[in-house]
């Protein structure tokens, strides 16, 4: 199985701060660690992955931070907006092989003050 | 038009109730999934299926149940509703080789 734990649980971040989310995982089969997004009243979707070849993946204001050797990653988002408060999830891949779904965090929920 | 949909969008219904939640997606993928989403215990998997013939067990899979219909329909069943199944349900979809998952808007299911 796979555990992952996710903090904080909630985030208020000023307009133009940056917020930083946390993720750790136990053992894993695969490398694949994506962070979902969640708006109110709608699934998740998926925001940015990393296949940990590299230890940083950058999308625009969104940045991956992995470290294999302490089992944990994190989300940075620079220059947060208030369009930026949602709920989000890391997630990691099953800490044995033969499996191929995803194990969630709890989620953190943010909130962008303008 | 969402890709995933996901029927009906809310429900309420009675304890020891049979209810079916439906998913129906057009994007033409196999792998379907069935999650459970509770505050402050984020995303469960209840069962998923990689395609018509497979289906899975996830983390929390007792007293619910599936059945693939074809590659575009997966739908959860309860057999006998108790309170604590209150959630929010989505079905995702995903493509072999790509490990992205497709969201659902959810179903919001409430047992009295």
């Known amino acids: 199985q796979q555990q992952v734990k996710q903090s904080p649980q909630s985030l208020i971040v000023q307009k133009g701060g940056i917020s930083i989310i946390n993720c750790a995982y136990e053992?894993?089969?695969?490398?694949?660690f994506p962070w979902y997004q969640q708006f109110p009243g709608k699934g998740p979707a998926l925001l940015i992955a990393i296949r940990p070849d590299v230890s940083e993946k950058k999308e625009g204001r969104f940045t991956i931070s992995f470290n294999k050797s302490a089992k944990q990653f994190s989300l940075h988002i620079m220059d947060s907006q208030p369009g930026d408060s949602a709920t989000y999830f890391c997630a990691a891949p099953p800490g044995q092989t033969g499996a191929n779904n995803l194990f969630f965090g709890t989620g953190t929920r943010l909130t962008v003050i303008p | 038009d969402a890709d995933v949909t996901q029927t009906p969008r809310n429900r309420i219904t009675k304890t020891g109730k049979r209810i079916m939640l439906e998913c129906s997606q057009t994007?033409?993928?196999?792998?379907m999934y069935w999650y459970r989403q509770d505050p402050g215990l984020g995303l469960r998997l209840i069962y998923y299926?990689?395609?018509?013939?497979?289906?899975n067990k996830g983390e929390i899979s007792d007293g619910y149940s599936v059945s693939r219909q074809a590659q575009a329909k997966f739908s959860l069943s309860l057999e006998s509703a108790i309170p604590n199944q209150t959630a929010l349900y989505f079905c995702?979809?995903?493509?072999?080789?790509?490990?992205?998952?497709?969201f659902g808007p959810g179903t919001r299911l409430t047992v009295l």
């Open positions: 995702a979809t995903g493509f072999p080789g790509t490990d992205t998952q497709y």
């Open positions: 299926s990689f395609d018509v013939k497979d289906i």
């Open positions: 053992n894993t089969a695969f490398d694949y």
């Open positions: 994007k033409g993928h196999d792998r």
